[in-house]
Nanobody, 121 residues
Framework: QVQLVESGGGLVQAGGSLRLSCAASGSIFSINAMGWYRQAPGKQRELVAVIRSGTSTNYADSVKGRFTISRDNAKNTVYLQMNSLKPEDTAVYYC???????????????WGQGTQVTVSS
C-alpha cells in the first residue's frame, strides 16, 4: 500500500517562507509525477506545482517566481519551497502522487492528508 506523509505547514507573516515536504512510502514501481495542490475555504482545489519523472515542472501562474518544487528520487520525497508568501496563499496544501504500483504495475493516484498554510497580513 502506498502512503504519503506531509509536513512543513504552519503560520507565517506575509513575505515569509515555508517549505513543505511529502514522502511517499510503500510498494512503488515508478513515479510518474508528484505535485502540490491547495484548497482555500469556499474554493475548489487547484494545482500549485507538479514535477514529473523527467524533472519537468509546471506551476500555477499565481506562484511562478515565488514557489519552487523539487524532488529527491532516492527518498521518494517532493518539496515545495514557498517564498514571498501572500495572504492569498492561505489554504490547505495537499501532496499528490501519480505512480505505478509494484504489485500490479497499474497506475495509482494518492493524496496526502493535507497541511495547513496560513499567511497573515
Amino acid at each position: 500500500q502506498v502512503q504519503l506523509v506531509e509536513s512543513g505547514g504552519g503560520l507565517v507573516q506575509a513575505g515569509g517562507s515555508l517549505r513543505l515536504s511529502c514522502a511517499a512510502s510503500g510498494s512503488i514501481f515508478s513515479i510518474n509525477a508528484m505535485g502540490w495542490y491547495r484548497q482555500a475555504p469556499g474554493k475548489q482545489r487547484e494545482l500549485v506545482a507538479v514535477i514529473r519523472s523527467g524533472t519537468s515542472t509546471n506551476y500555477a501562474d499565481s506562484v511562478k517566481g515565488r514557489f519552487t518544487i523539487s524532488r529527491d528520487n532516492a527518498k521518494n520525497t517532493v518539496y515545495l519551497q514557498m517564498n514571498s508568501l501572500k495572504p492569498e496563499d492561505t489554504a490547505v496544501y495537499y501532496c499528490n502522487l501519480d505512480a505505478l504500483a509494484l504489485a500490479t504495475l497499474r497506475r495509482v493516484v494518492i493524496w496526502g492528508q493535507g497541511t495547513q498554510v496560513t499567511v497573515s497580513s
